[in-house]
Protein backbone atom coordinates (compact mmCIF):
# COMPACT_ATOMS: atom_id res chain seq x y z
CA UNK A 1 0.00 0.00 0.00
CA UNK A 2 0.71 3.30 -0.31
CA UNK A 3 3.18 5.80 2.13
CA UNK A 4 1.05 6.31 4.90
CA UNK A 5 3.20 9.89 5.71
CA UNK A 6 2.23 10.92 2.25
CA UNK A 7 -0.98 11.79 2.43
CA UNK A 8 -1.23 13.52 -1.03
CA UNK A 9 -3.16 10.92 -3.42
CA UNK A 10 -1.72 9.68 -6.56
CA UNK A 11 -4.46 10.02 -8.96
CA UNK A 12 -3.10 9.22 -12.06
CA UNK A 13 -1.79 5.80 -10.80
CA UNK A 14 -5.09 5.53 -9.11
CA UNK A 15 -6.70 5.22 -12.42
CA UNK A 16 -4.16 3.63 -14.12
CA UNK A 17 -4.79 0.66 -11.16
CA UNK A 18 -8.50 0.70 -11.70
CA UNK A 19 -8.65 -0.06 -15.44
CA UNK A 20 -6.14 -3.24 -14.24
CA UNK A 21 -8.87 -4.04 -12.02
CA UNK A 22 -11.17 -4.17 -14.01
CA UNK A 23 -9.18 -6.03 -16.47
CA UNK A 24 -8.96 -8.37 -13.77
CA UNK A 25 -12.02 -8.56 -12.93
CA UNK A 26 -13.60 -9.48 -16.57
CA UNK A 27 -10.98 -12.12 -16.90
CA UNK A 28 -11.19 -13.67 -13.83
CA UNK A 29 -15.27 -13.63 -14.48
CA UNK A 30 -14.74 -15.25 -17.55
CA UNK A 31 -12.74 -18.00 -16.42
CA UNK A 32 -15.08 -19.00 -13.27
CA UNK A 33 -17.58 -18.57 -15.89
CA UNK A 34 -15.84 -21.13 -18.30
CA UNK A 35 -14.56 -23.78 -15.73
CA UNK A 36 -17.81 -25.60 -15.57
CA UNK A 37 -18.42 -26.10 -19.37
CA UNK A 38 -14.26 -26.56 -19.97
CA UNK A 39 -12.48 -29.50 -18.68
CA UNK A 40 -8.74 -30.03 -19.42
CA UNK A 41 -7.83 -33.58 -19.64
CA UNK A 42 -4.80 -34.12 -16.98
CA UNK A 43 -1.74 -36.79 -18.12
CA UNK A 44 -2.83 -40.48 -16.91
CA UNK A 45 -2.10 -40.48 -13.07
CA UNK A 46 -2.26 -36.80 -12.57
CA UNK A 47 -4.88 -36.28 -10.39
CA UNK A 48 -6.12 -32.52 -8.79
CA UNK A 49 -8.04 -33.86 -5.67
CA UNK A 50 -5.59 -32.58 -3.74
CA UNK A 51 -6.74 -28.77 -4.13
CA UNK A 52 -9.99 -28.46 -2.45
CA UNK A 53 -8.61 -28.70 1.07
CA UNK A 54 -5.85 -26.27 -0.03
CA UNK A 55 -8.26 -23.39 -1.34
CA UNK A 56 -10.86 -23.96 1.51
CA UNK A 57 -7.68 -23.66 3.56
CA UNK A 58 -6.46 -20.45 1.49
CA UNK A 59 -9.78 -19.23 2.38
CA UNK A 60 -9.72 -19.55 5.82
CA UNK A 61 -6.50 -18.13 6.36
CA UNK A 62 -7.46 -15.48 4.68
CA UNK A 63 -10.48 -15.29 6.85
CA UNK A 64 -8.33 -14.68 9.78
CA UNK A 65 -6.05 -11.88 8.21
CA UNK A 66 -8.79 -9.89 7.53
CA UNK A 67 -9.52 -10.39 11.37
CA UNK A 68 -6.24 -9.42 12.14
CA UNK A 69 -6.44 -6.47 9.93
CA UNK A 70 -9.68 -5.45 11.56
CA UNK A 71 -7.77 -5.48 14.95
CA UNK A 72 -5.30 -3.53 13.98
CA UNK A 73 -7.44 -0.97 12.01
CA UNK A 74 -9.02 -0.73 15.29
CA UNK A 75 -6.20 -0.39 17.51
CA UNK A 76 -5.23 2.62 14.68
CA UNK A 77 -1.78 0.62 13.89
CA UNK A 78 -2.17 1.40 9.86
CA UNK A 79 1.05 -0.32 9.59
CA UNK A 80 0.28 -3.68 10.90
CA UNK A 81 -3.37 -2.88 9.44
CA UNK A 82 -1.51 -3.28 5.91
CA UNK A 83 0.62 -6.15 6.56
CA UNK A 84 -2.38 -7.79 7.38
CA UNK A 85 -4.71 -6.74 4.12
CA UNK A 86 -1.42 -8.00 2.32
CA UNK A 87 -1.35 -11.10 3.39
CA UNK A 88 -5.34 -11.56 3.28
CA UNK A 89 -4.43 -10.68 -0.60
CA UNK A 90 -2.14 -13.15 -0.72
CA UNK A 91 -3.77 -16.55 0.63
CA UNK A 92 -6.71 -15.03 -1.77
CA UNK A 93 -4.88 -14.68 -4.58
CA UNK A 94 -3.75 -18.48 -3.49
CA UNK A 95 -7.45 -19.37 -3.56
CA UNK A 96 -8.38 -18.15 -6.92
CA UNK A 97 -5.17 -20.11 -8.68
CA UNK A 98 -6.05 -23.05 -7.08
CA UNK A 99 -9.82 -22.95 -7.15
CA UNK A 100 -9.80 -22.31 -11.23
CA UNK A 101 -7.14 -25.10 -11.72
CA UNK A 102 -9.55 -27.41 -10.05
CA UNK A 103 -12.51 -26.87 -11.41
CA UNK A 104 -10.68 -26.64 -15.49
CA UNK A 105 -9.43 -30.33 -14.53
CA UNK A 106 -11.99 -31.93 -12.38
CA UNK A 107 -15.50 -32.83 -12.64
CA UNK A 108 -18.09 -30.75 -9.77
CA UNK A 109 -18.85 -32.22 -6.82
CA UNK A 110 -22.62 -32.51 -6.25
CA UNK A 111 -23.97 -32.14 -2.69
CA UNK A 112 -25.75 -35.85 -1.65
CA UNK A 113 -24.10 -37.65 -4.91
CA UNK A 114 -23.20 -40.78 -2.36
CA UNK A 115 -21.97 -42.81 -5.69
CA UNK A 116 -19.85 -39.49 -7.02
CA UNK A 117 -21.96 -40.73 -10.59
CA UNK A 118 -22.38 -36.45 -11.05
CA UNK A 119 -26.45 -37.35 -10.53
CA UNK A 120 -27.89 -36.33 -7.77
CA UNK A 121 -31.11 -39.26 -7.75
CA UNK A 122 -33.96 -39.09 -5.80
CA UNK A 123 -32.62 -41.83 -3.27
CA UNK A 124 -29.80 -40.01 -2.47
CA UNK A 125 -31.52 -36.50 -2.75
CA UNK A 126 -33.39 -37.90 0.64
CA UNK A 127 -30.91 -39.42 2.32
CA UNK A 128 -29.39 -35.24 2.60
CA UNK A 129 -33.00 -33.86 3.13
CA UNK A 130 -32.80 -30.37 4.74
CA UNK A 131 -29.17 -30.16 4.51
CA UNK A 132 -28.95 -29.91 0.93
CA UNK A 133 -31.03 -26.72 1.28
CA UNK A 134 -28.75 -25.69 4.47
CA UNK A 135 -25.70 -26.18 1.75
CA UNK A 136 -27.59 -24.22 -0.89
CA UNK A 137 -28.39 -21.26 1.53
CA UNK A 138 -24.81 -21.17 2.07
CA UNK A 139 -23.38 -21.34 -1.22
CA UNK A 140 -25.70 -19.63 -3.17
CA UNK A 141 -24.67 -15.96 -1.46
CA UNK A 142 -20.74 -17.15 -1.58
CA UNK A 143 -20.68 -17.45 -4.76
CA UNK A 144 -23.10 -14.24 -5.91
CA UNK A 145 -21.31 -11.98 -3.29
CA UNK A 146 -17.79 -13.44 -4.46
CA UNK A 147 -18.65 -12.56 -7.94
CA UNK A 148 -19.70 -8.71 -6.76
CA UNK A 149 -17.29 -8.00 -4.24
CA UNK A 150 -14.10 -8.89 -5.87
CA UNK A 151 -13.86 -5.96 -8.34
CA UNK A 152 -14.48 -3.80 -5.10
CA UNK A 153 -12.12 -5.51 -2.78
CA UNK A 154 -9.41 -4.26 -5.38
CA UNK A 155 -10.65 -1.07 -5.92
CA UNK A 156 -10.47 -0.44 -1.81
CA UNK A 157 -7.14 -2.06 -2.29
CA UNK A 158 -6.53 0.52 -4.96
CA UNK A 159 -7.87 3.80 -2.67
CA UNK A 160 -4.83 2.82 0.08
CA UNK A 161 -2.02 1.95 -2.42
CA UNK A 162 -2.44 5.33 -3.98
CA UNK A 163 -3.34 7.11 -1.03
CA UNK A 164 -6.92 7.96 -1.03
CA UNK A 165 -7.05 7.03 2.50
CA UNK A 166 -10.94 8.64 3.08
CA UNK A 167 -12.17 6.92 0.03
CA UNK A 168 -10.73 3.55 1.37
CA UNK A 169 -12.25 3.88 4.66
CA UNK A 170 -15.95 4.82 3.19
CA UNK A 171 -15.40 1.85 1.27
CA UNK A 172 -14.02 -0.55 3.44
CA UNK A 173 -16.79 -0.22 5.23
CA UNK A 174 -19.09 -1.95 2.79
CA UNK A 175 -16.63 -4.33 1.47
CA UNK A 176 -14.50 -5.81 4.59
CA UNK A 177 -18.10 -7.49 5.84
CA UNK A 178 -18.71 -8.95 2.46
CA UNK A 179 -15.10 -10.28 1.29
CA UNK A 180 -14.87 -11.61 5.25
CA UNK A 181 -18.47 -13.73 4.58
CA UNK A 182 -16.79 -15.03 1.13
CA UNK A 183 -14.02 -16.03 3.10
CA UNK A 184 -15.73 -17.63 6.06
CA UNK A 185 -18.42 -19.41 3.95
CA UNK A 186 -16.49 -20.48 1.66
CA UNK A 187 -14.50 -23.23 3.74
CA UNK A 188 -18.23 -24.06 5.43
CA UNK A 189 -19.25 -25.35 2.04
CA UNK A 190 -15.99 -27.04 1.42
CA UNK A 191 -16.60 -29.02 4.93
CA UNK A 192 -20.51 -29.44 4.36
CA UNK A 193 -19.16 -30.92 0.39
CA UNK A 194 -16.03 -33.42 1.54
CA UNK A 195 -18.29 -36.42 2.20
CA UNK A 196 -18.81 -36.44 -1.94
CA UNK A 197 -15.52 -35.10 -3.21
Same mark, same amino acid.
Given at each position: ?? %?? #??????????? #??????W?????V??? &???????? /????????????????S??????A??????????????? $??? #????? &????????????Y? /?????? #?? &???? %???K %???? %???????????????????????????????????????????????????? $?? &???????????????????????
Open positions: MG %DL #QNNKPDLKKAK #QLNIWAVVTAVLLL &VGMMRRVK /IPLPEGMDFSFLPPFHSMNALAIALIVALIFIKKKDM $KNH #QKAIN &VAMVFSVLFLLSV /IYHFTS #QE &VVFG %DAN %DGIL %DAAEAAAVGSMRTVYLAILIPHVILAAVVFPFILFTYIRAYTGQYEAHRKMA $KY &VFPIWLFVAVSGPICYWLLRPYY
